[in-house]
């Protein structure tokens, strides 16, 4: 008896995580609909939403209207019920731009609150900061911390899951043994939630993934241009993250010396061809002043300097050819406040660079990819961050239910 007990457990508990994942992926399900995804009995599937229910992890919204008939109630996830915190954390040392940007979005993917700080990281430690920012935005977004399921942190460096390390990153007080260690102490006081630490660029990749050029495509690169360089690679919707969370650090790739065209006489890095000081001195010596790279790249469009595109598009092409014979992916975005300001006329710049400077050491799989423009014109970082939060909350809970608690 107890193991046909223990059996009908472990089946209730499977289909308890598999209904509620269906509800979470059609954010609205009758009875019958339930029935025709899982194939589940009629009073199975009525079990499993009476289950659902009571846990308050789905609500009935109304009823269909409109056939011949009884109507059917309608149900969708609780919104309520769990949320999800993205934080974007940003070097700012010499600028006056918000330290740190909070969103919140509840199970239901709805964006709840949206917020940026200015915080001193250099006195305030990451997990207090943290901390501090998870109870704000909670607070505004009227969510109880204690539902919060999981924090998405995303910062300019390398997450070594390893050793616990960040590494490659300029944000002050960050780059410490076991930091993410102290992240998850930092909110123990407030939410259970899991924590987890990304890199900036692979966060915006996946908001590219979600919202931006790269939707339905079976994998791309993502090359970040801003104040840093990065790389972010993903095929079938998983990330290159490499064996200690390092891959796509692709702004130390050293450049070799003694090259034709000027630029690439002199030895350094891509760091130095395509970061954003790199930029600013190319619209420099353009004629154009600015202090950061997204106003050089506008200022060239609106003053129409050609020169600057052509140059600027030969370093990228450059670049370019590296990423395109190691990982040959079908699709590159240009992305990041350089490719943001640059739009098509930097991308038809960089097209016609690669067009130009083909020979026959080019292979055809080089000519076959495609460069697009980033289509998230907002803070992708944020919103990636936002769109890996709530996949991580939606994943736990399915997974609670199809592993309840033997207490």
């Known amino acids: 008896m107890s193991r046909i007990a223990g059996s009908a457990k472990v089946l209730r508990a499977m289909n308890s995580s598999a209904t509620l994942a269906h509800l979470l992926q059609a954010g609205q399900l009758t009875r019958a609909e339930l029935r025709e995804r899982t194939g589940l009995s009629k009073p199975t599937s009525s079990e499993m939403l009476r289950l659902l229910t009571d846990a308050g992890l789905a609500v009935v919204t109304g009823r269909t209207a409109g056939a011949i008939g009884p109507t059917a109630e309608i149900y969708a996830p609780n919104s309520e ?48 900061a943290v901390a501090a920012a998870v109870t704000q935005a909670c607070r505004r977004a009227g969510a109880e911390p204690d539902r ?15 050793t616990d390390v960040l590494h490659h990153v300029d944000v002050p007080g960050w780059a410490r043994p076991d930091i993410l260690a102290e992240l998850r102490a930092g909110v123990a006081p407030i939410t259970q939630a899991t924590v987890a630490l990304e890199n900036d660029v692979k966060l915006a990749a996946i908001a590219e993934r979600h919202r931006g050029a790269a939707a339905g495509v079976e994998g791309f690169c993502l090359l970040w241009l801003a104040a840093g360089v990065g790389l972010a690679t993903d095929f079938g919707g998983a990330l290159l993250r490499g064996y200690r969370g390092g891959a ?83 699709l590159i975005v240009l992305a990041g406040e350089v490719a943001q300001a640059g739009g ?64």
């Open 248 to 330: 796509g650090e692709i702004g130390y790739m050293p450049v070799c010396a003694g090259h034709a065209p000027r630029w690439r006489r002199q030895p350094g890095d891509l760091q130095d061809l395509l970061g954003g000081d790199a930029v600013v001195a190319l619209a420099a010596d353009c004629g154009i002043a600015a202090a950061a790279p997204g106003d050089a790249v506008r200022a060239a469009d609106a003053q129409d300097v050609q020169k600057f595109f052509d140059e600027l598009g030969e370093r990228i092409a450059f670049a370019l050819a590296t990423i395109i014979a190691v990982l040959e992916p079908p």
């Open 81 to 128: 019920a769990a949320y999800a915190v993205a934080i974007s954390v940003r070097d700012t040392m010499g600028s006056d731009r918000p330290a740190l940007a909070t969103a919140v979005c509840d199970l239901g993917g709805n964006l709840r609150d949206r917020a940026e700080r200015h915080v001193d990281l250099s006195r305030v430690a990451p997990g207090k």
């Open 148 to 162: 919060v399921r999981h924090i998405q942190v995303g910062v300019a460096g390398s997450y070594d899951p390893r």
């Open 344 to 407: 098509t006329r930097l991308r038809d710049a960089v097209a016609a660079a690669r067009f130009a400077t083909r020979t026959t050491t080019s292979g055809p799989a080089e000519s076959a990819v495609d460069i697009a423009v980033t289509a998230v014109d907002d803070d992708p970082v944020l919103l990636g961050g936002l769109d890996a939060g709530l996949a991580a909350m939606h994943e736990s809970l399915i997974h609670s239910l199809a592993h309840p608690s033997t207490d």
